[in-house]
């Protein structure tokens, strides 16, 4: 019989390797003799490694091993028989050529999109049209004669339109070809495939007698199918299937649904005329042929689930799983069952997914064991650190050199600027404490050399000796002066900043497009900007960035792109950084094992469901088995829905189902040890688990059985388990020395003082501030500046004289403080009217206080003060302070007023001194801490004024108490509470607590990560904000 099987519960490479072995006759050099036709290379060289493994090292001639999915003329050996014809095949057309003139059709396509498509919005629908196209090519669909029968009157519009595109496409692309005199890419594979197939008959015909195999093929289209007839043509020629199932009845076997993972071979078997019976079962001892048994039964269709209920196998001899909350813990759990189990030796152990995030954190976790795993699927060339950091150089200028965006490309690892690496990156830290941290300096380079100057003159000393304290003298790599290292990134960018000048100037002219320029010219000023910011003073960019395997790659790819791109019409620099990402991300770089100065462990693999086919190993963890991931959701592509592709002739989309269920299936069936991985959630969301998993539950339930639960899970629970009990961290208490400890403070500071001394302690002693946000937007400081802005500009241009016009003149004040703000326009559309309501409210307030006390005699504002403490035990101290307003009345009537446009503070705190600063501004103001205020012996008022602007604008608060027998003794007794203060924390035993009273931490505590709060604050709320 020339149709053979081997069982699912086999490893198909190995007794594939064994029986050509004896079909040998074990003769070393009768083995050499034939030829093996894989489905691919990968394929290929795992066979070799079978044949190996079957000799056990002993020395053999391997026969011609031919992967069919990758021939060319030199692997066909087409020297006689009529196969010369093959030689004479045009060339095919580059894939980027091909990509690059799909795109220009998408892009003329206007009325098929409705609007018209940037290129990094082109270029994916070019390469789904290009798949498509292959698509066609390989199931031997002509889609210019087919697309008319696509369209139905009953359509909508939209897929009308886009049949319109399609018919043209498929009418200009052959004629492009024939000019260019190329081909289709698998238009010439299926070429050569003809032509090897009529080699191989006529080597039947002449009674060639060698042994040619054709193995591993689970589906075929039409030019496969021929050539696997050529095969069985020749008396040597055999096919072997890959686990066909012959339990199953025919009339189930018949009608499989697409999404059955026998359902390829079905139509395998119908292609090559032949039935189950024609198939010789190549048994053997070994393996688990019950378990191959129980997954048949598993994946019935709906149809046959009756045969559920019969008698047969059911158990699952070592197979077990287990069931993750998420991804994350899902790999650390992989990576624990792939440790275990290569503690035995010689055990191999593959995880196969097709959820590529899922494999990336299980190689990352691996490396907890000391472990480099051989992903043989590799990295994904847009993933690697030259393509992101040219991806990161076109996204910073799009973004007009965004702060974000401007540092991701000075802290990349390849970025030195010409400099010291360690130099470049000190020099990027500087740039970003100086200048980048707070609000985003304006747009472009331009702005950015502006912030620069402008904030670089009053920082610079602060700047020079927070440096200067911060670098030891074991640091090597101080940063460069700020201007020479601006100087040095405007010449490391200028092939980019050409672009901007460019921009100004068509913004200058009046013209609505922006500054176009041609894609090549775009990619070789990208990539020289690249190579300027990653060249060291020792090390030329090249050597950098082009080297190594993912480099070279790189450089090949950039330069194809760069000669396919230039018949596009000019573009944006805009689209670059999508440009880039639509082409680099379908590239993958392949792991050697030689590439890496560490040394991949050769018993660990990753395997992606392509790379795994065929193969096996004795512990296999099939991961991922979630719906949408493992199987896939069937994808009909954006040019065909579903019954479009029916009527032109292309295969359903639930054939990639089929397929992938074909993968599970021989995975599950053929390892010594299985072990089913998924998670509950995905992403965050979430997800089902994979309908085999529902199937299995649900067939072993039936028979009162399930699939036994993986102990890996309770293994990860130790895992980072302490020894013994937690201990309880004790809070910090430092002590400086009085000498260290500040002697200046202001009176805003005091309730910091008072309610977390550590803040004092980390600020005033360790120098240690909150760094600002990057990119900071506005936030309720700035709405505060604005309102005490304008009500000082207010007081000192008209006193105690009040205009008729008050209200609109004091709301035009405010509009235009905050204009000079240069806040975005959405949130200055939020608070003009807010500011109005203020401006409204202060008006009336102020109106009514004239009419109750009368024209005040003064009124200061915004005026700073200063009280010294000269006997304080630790030396002098000094508390200074500015006072909002301060209204100095008839008859020595004094009113302290602060402005708040936020909460006000409790008025049992502002009693109780917990909230100090209006008391203390009353006390320093009896001292004469004000230079600009009279001398005055009583309080006659202390006031909030809460302007939010809302729906209530204003609110007026007085300070009373019945405590206190007036407002002057309140001030007195806070002044003394602040003298205990000083004299307490002098004494050199006095820590600095964090939160020393529990109810009340400050609303704001900047420095609680710092002090580590959560980790002792165990039996109070959590204060870190």
């Not at 048994?283 to 048949?296: F, K, M, T, Y």
């Not at 690249?530 to 050597?543: D, G």
């Not at 993986?710 to 004790?730: E, F, K, M, N």
């Not at 002098?876 to 009537?893: C, I, N, S, T």
Request: hydrophobic letters at 45%.
């Amino acid at each position: 019989m020339k149709l053979a099987t081997i069982p699912a519960h086999l490893p198909f490479l190995d007794h594939l390797a064994a029986r050509w072995i004896e079909a040998a006759g074990h003769d070393p050099e009768a083995m050499g003799e034939g030829t093996i036709v894989l489905p691919g290379r990968r394929a290929a060289r795992a066979l070799t490694e079978a044949f190996l493994r079957r000799m056990d090292g002993r020395s053999m001639l391997l026969p011609r091993i031919m992967p069919i999915g990758a021939l060319d003329e030199t692997e066909l050996g087409l020297s006689a028989c009529g196969g010369a014809e093959a030689l004479a095949l045009p060339p095919a057309v580059p894939a980027m050529t091909r990509l690059a003139v799909l795109t220009l059709f998408v892009l003329k396509a206007d009325n098929a999109f409705g609007t018209r498509p940037t290129l990094d919005q082109a270029w994916p629908l070019a390469r789904a049209l290009a798949e498509l196209m292959d698509e066609a090519e390989w199931a031997g669909v002509n889609l210019l004669e087919r697309l008319p029968d696509a369209v139905q009157e009953d359509y909508a519009q939209h897929w009308q339109t886009i049949l319109g595109f399609l018919h043209i496409v498929t009418a200009q692309w052959p004629v492009w070809l024939q000019e260019q005199g190329l081909i289709n890419p698998v238009a010439r594979q299926v070429a050569l495939l003809g032509a090897q197939a009529r080699l191989w008959r006529n080597m039947g015909e002449q009674g060639y007698a060698a042994p040619l195999w054709a193995a591993g093929f689970t589906h075929a289209m039409a030019p496969t199918a021929n050539a696997l007839q050529a095969i069985l043509s020749c008396p040597g020629g055999r096919v072997v299937l890959p686990g066909l199932d012959t339990l199953m009845p025919e009339e189930v076997f018949a009608t499989l649904p697409d999404s059955h993972p026998q359902a390829g071979m079905s139509h395998l078997l119908a292609a090559l005329q032949a039935r189950r019976e024609d198939v010789q079962v190549w048994n053997a001892q070994g393996g688990e042929p019950e378990r191959a048994a129980v997954l048949s039964r598993v994946m019935l269709p709906a149809a046959a689930l009756d045969d559920w209920a019969k008698p047969g196998p059911v158990a699952l001899a070592h197979v077990s799983r287990f069931e993750a909350a998420d991804q994350q813990e899902e790999a650390v759990a992989i990576s624990m069952v792939m440790r275990n189990a290569i503690e035995q030796p010689g055990h191999r152990v593959a995880l196969v997914t097709p959820d590529r995030g899922l494999a990336a954190r299980v190689a990352t976790e691996l490396e907890r064991w000391g472990i480099l795993a051989d992903d043989s699927a590799g990295a994904t060339l847009a993933d690697t650190p030259p393509a992101v950091l040219l991806r990161l150089v076109a996204q910073m200028v799009d973004s007009q050199f965004a702060p974000v965006a401007l540092l991701s490309v000075l802290k990349h690892p390849l970025v030195a600027c010409g400099l010291a690496p360690g130099v470049c990156r000190a020099s990027a830290r500087l740039l970003e404490r100086v200048v980048l941290r707070g609000p985003s300096p304006a747009p472009g380079f331009a702005g950015l050399c502006a912030a620069v100057r402008d904030r670089l003159e009053p920082k610079r000393e602060k700047d020079r000796q927070r440096m200067t304290q911060g670098e030891s003298a074991d640091r090597p790599f101080g940063p460069e002066p700020l201007p020479a290292f601006m100087e040095r990134l405007a010449h490391c960018l200028a092939p980019v900043l050409g672009w901007e000048q460019a921009e100004g100037a068509v913004l200058a002219g009046g013209e609505g497009a922006r500054h176009q320029a041609s894609v090549p010219d775009l990619l070789e000023a990208l990539i020289a900007t690249v190579e300027r910011l990653a060249s060291t003073e020792e090390e030329p960019a090249a050597a950098r960035l082009w080297k190594g395997e993912d480099g070279s790659l790189l450089a090949s790819r950039l330069s194809e792109l760069m000669l396919a791109t230039a018949l596009l019409p000019p573009q944006p620099p805009a689209v670059l950084d999508g440009l880039l990402t639509a082409v680099l991300a379908q590239e993958r770089v392949a792991t050697r094992r030689g590439n890496n100065p560490q040394a991949l462990h050769p018993r660990v693999l990753i395997w992606g469901l392509f790379e795994a086919r065929l193969q096996t190993a004795e512990t296999v963890i099939l991961g991922g088995l979630s719906e949408g991931v493992w199987p896939p959701a069937p994808d009909a592509g954006p040019w065909m829905s579903r019954p479009m592709r029916k009527r032109v002739g292309l295969p359903p989309p639930e054939q990639a189902v089929g397929q992938a269920a074909h993968d599970f299936f021989a995975m599950a069936a053929a390892a010594e040890q299985v072990v089913l991985s998924s998670a509950r959630r995905r992403d965050g969301a979430p997800v089902v688990p994979a309908r085999w998993l529902t199937r299995l539950d649900a067939f072993l339930a039936g028979w009162g059985g399930s699939v036994p639960e993986h102990p890996v899970l309770s293994w990860l629970a130790r895992l980072d388990q302490p020894q013994g009990p937690a201990l309880p961290v004790a809070p910090p208490r430092p002590t400086p020395d009085v000498s260290l400890r500040p002697r200046r403070l202001s009176v805003t500071e005091i309730e910091t003082w008072m309610r977390d001394p550590y803040a004092i302690y980390a600020r005033h002693i360790l120098r240690l501030e909150p760094l600002p946000e990057l990119e900071e937007g506005a936030d309720a400081s700035d709405y505060g500046m604005i309102v005490h802005d304008a009500l000082e500009r207010w007081v000192k241009t008209h006193g105690v004289d009040w205009p008729v016009d008050a209200q609109r003149k004091l709301a035009e004040v405010f509009k235009t403080c905050l204009a000079e703000q240069a806040l975005r326009p959405a949130l200055q559309a939020w608070w003009a009217p807010r500011l109005e309501r203020i401006a409204a409210w202060v008006a009336h307030a102020e109106q009514q206080r004239r009419a109750t006390h009368g024209v005040p005699q003064a009124i200061l504002t915004e005026i700073a003060g200063s009280v010294l403490v000269p006997d304080a035990p630790g030396g002098p101290f000094r508390l200074v302070g500015r006072a909002d307003r301060v209204e100095l009345g008839a008859q020595g009537r004094v009113i302290v007023q602060d402005y708040k446009t936020g909460m006000l503070p409790a008025m049992r705190d502002v009693l109780s001194g917990w909230s100090p600063q209006l008391p203390l501004e009353a006390a320093m103001l009896l001292r004469g801490g004000f230079a600009d205020a009279p001398n005055v012996a009583d309080i006659a008022g202390l006031i909030y004024w809460r302007l939010t602007g809302g729906a209530e604008p204003g609110e007026e608060v007085a300070v009373s108490s019945k405590e206190h027998d007036n407002l002057t003794d309140l001030a007195e007794q806070t002044w003394q509470r602040l003298l205990a203060r000083i004299a307490a924390y002098d004494q050199p035993t006095q820590p600095y607590l964090s939160h020393p009273h529990p109810g009340q931490e400050p609303r704001f505590a900047d420095y609680a990560r710092l002090a580590r709060v959560p980790e002792w604050n165990t039996g109070r709320m959590e204060t870190e904000t």
